[in-house]
C-alpha cells in the first residue's frame, strides 16, 4: 500500500494580503507525502529536491522568521514557558556561559539570557533576526548553521522549532556537537507529534516540517548524533518537547532503535480514516444549503481540505498579526472572533488538539447551541454532526 499522499498540499511559510501573494517566489502547492526513518522510528516527509530547494528560498525571507517575535502576543505564553525550562536547566549547569541559538527570530530568548549575563550568540538565515537582534543589543550572523562565521566552542546550543525543519537531523545535531565544550548542553524545542501519530491524525503536515517527533523518536535523534540524553520533556504550555542532550568524553551510541516499521504503518492505516472521517463530516455539513462552515486553527486544516471535494469554508484564528491576511494557496483570508460574533456559522471544526477545549468553551459561552462545534479529536474518533 502506498504511503498517505496529499498530492497538492498548500505551500504554507506566511500570512500575506491576497495582492502580496502574487509575488511568485515560489509555488504555492507541493505534493506531500508521509514516509518513516525506521533507524529512529520517526515520522518524516519523503524528501522533494523541489520542496528542500523552495524551502531554502523562504528561510533567507524576512517572511519566516520563527513563532517567538515581538509581534506575536500568543507566543509569548509558549516562549515564557520555554524560558522557565532554559533556567532548570541552566541552573543545574551554573557553569554555562557561552550560548549559541540556532535559528534566533525575533531574537526574544537570546535578549532575556543576555540580560541575565550571559554571553549570547544567534543565527538565522533570515534578515529579520539580524535587524531584531540590532534593537536588542544581540549579535546574529545571518547564515545557515552550521557556518564558518561560528567560531569557537559554546556551553550550550539551542533552538525552538527548527530540528523538525531540518532534512538531516542526526547530522545536524552532530554538527552542534562538533561546537560544544566537553559537558556542553544541547536544548531542543520541537513541535509534539505524538498524539497525532497515535490517533491517525494528518493536520501536522507541512512542507516546512520534515520531521514529526515523539518522546522516543526525539530521544533516539540525540542519541545517534552522539549525545547523551539528559531528559525529554512535555512542555507545560501548548504542544511541545523539550529536549537536552549532553557531549560527553565520548560520543553516545544509538539504543533501543527499532528495527520494524510496524508503528508508522498503523499510522497509515489510521490516518486513511481519519481522512474519510473528515470528509464525511465536512460533506454531511456543507450539503445543507443552510449550514456554513468555519475551520478554527486554519493551519491544522490545510492537509484536510487538500484531501477533500471542493466546499465553501471560512477560517478563524486567535492569531492578532494573521487577521485578514491569506495562505499561499488558498483565497480565504483569516478571520478572528469579533468576525465570527459579527457574522456567525452553523458549524464549525476546531483543529487544535491541544486547545479544543478552550476553544469550544469560548464559543459556547459566546453563542451557546447556535454553532455547532466538533474537534478534530471527535472526529478522528468516528462522530459526526
Not at 35 to 64: C, F, M, Q, W
Not at 312 to 341: A, C, I, M, Y
Request: net charge negative.
Amino acid at each position: 500500500m502506498p504511503n498517505i499522499t496529499i498530492p497538492q498540499l498548500p505551500f504554507y511559510w506566511r500570512l500575506v494580503s491576497r495582492a502580496e501573494k502574487a509575488d511568485g517566489l515560489v509555488a504555492s502547492h507541493f505534493p506531500f507525502e508521509f514516509d518513516t526513518d525506521p533507524s529512529l522510528g520517526l515520522v518524516i516527509e519523503r524528501r522533494d529536491p523541489e520542496v528542500l530547494a523552495a524551502l531554502e528560498t523562504i528561510y533567507k525571507t524576512a517572511h519566516n522568521i520563527g513563532y517567538l517575535q515581538d509581534a506575536n502576543e500568543i507566543a509569548r505564553p509558549y516562549g515564557t514557558d520555554f524560558v522557565r525550562y532554559l533556567d532548570e536547566v541552566l541552573a543545574a549547569n551554573p557553569g554555562t556561559r557561552r550560548i549559541l541559538e540556532i535559528g534566533c527570530g525575533g531574537c526574544v530568548v537570546l535578549a532575556e539570557l543576555k540580560g541575565r549575563g550571559h554571553e549570547v550568540l544567534g543565527i538565522d538565515s533570515s534578515p529579520f533576526a539580524a535587524q531584531e537582534g540590532a534593537k536588542k543589543g544581540v549579535d546574529v550572523i545571518t547564515d545557515f548553521f552550521p557556518s564558518e562565521k561560528v567560531t569557537g566552542l559554546y556551553d550550550m546550543i539551542f533552538h525552538v522549532d527548527v530540528l523538525e525543519h531540518t532534512s538531516d537531523p542526526v547530522s545536524f545535531l552532530k554538527q552542534h556537537y562538533d561546537k560544544l565544550n566537553e559537558g556542553g548542553l544541547v536544548v531542543v524545542n520541537v513541535p509534539d507529534a505524538t498524539e497525532s501519530i497515535e490517533i491517525g491524525d494528518i493536520s501536522m503536515a507541512m512542507h516546512q516540517h520534515l520531521n514529526y517527533f515523539t518522546v522516543g523518536s526525539l530521544a533516539r535523534t540525540l542519541q545517534a548524533a552522539g549525545l547523551e540524553v539528559v531528559s525529554v520533556d512535555k512542555a507545560r504550555y501548548g504542544g511541545s518537547l523539550y529536549a537536552v542532550g549532553r557531549r560527553g568524553t565520548a560520543r553516545a551510541t544509538a539504543s533501543g532503535v527499532p528495527s520494524s516499521e510496524a508503528p508508522f504503518n498503523v499510522f497509515e492505516a489510521k490516518a486513511r480514516q481519519v481522512i474519510a472521517n473528515m470528509n464525511n463530516a465536512v460533506e454531511l455539513i456543507t450539503s445543507n444549503p443552510a449550514h456554513t462552515l468555519g475551520y478554527y486553527v486554519p493551519l491544522r486544516s490545510l492537509p484536510y481540505i487538500a484531501c477533500a471535494k471542493p466546499h465553501s469554508f471560512r477560517f478563524f484564528d486567535d492569531t492578532g498579526h494573521w487577521h485578514q491576511r491569506e495562505f499561499d494557496g488558498v483565497d480565504v483570508p483569516v478571520e478572528n472572533f469579533s468576525d465570527l460574533k459579527a457574522k456567525p456559522v452553523s458549524h464549525i471544526i476546531i483543529m487544535s488538539l491541544t486547545f479544543a477545549d478552550a476553544i469550544r468553551r469560548k464559543i459556547q459561552a459566546e453563542f451557546g447551541d447556535r454553532i455547532k462545534t466538533l474537534t478534530l479529536a471527535e472526529i478522528a474518533g468516528g462522530a459526526l454532526p
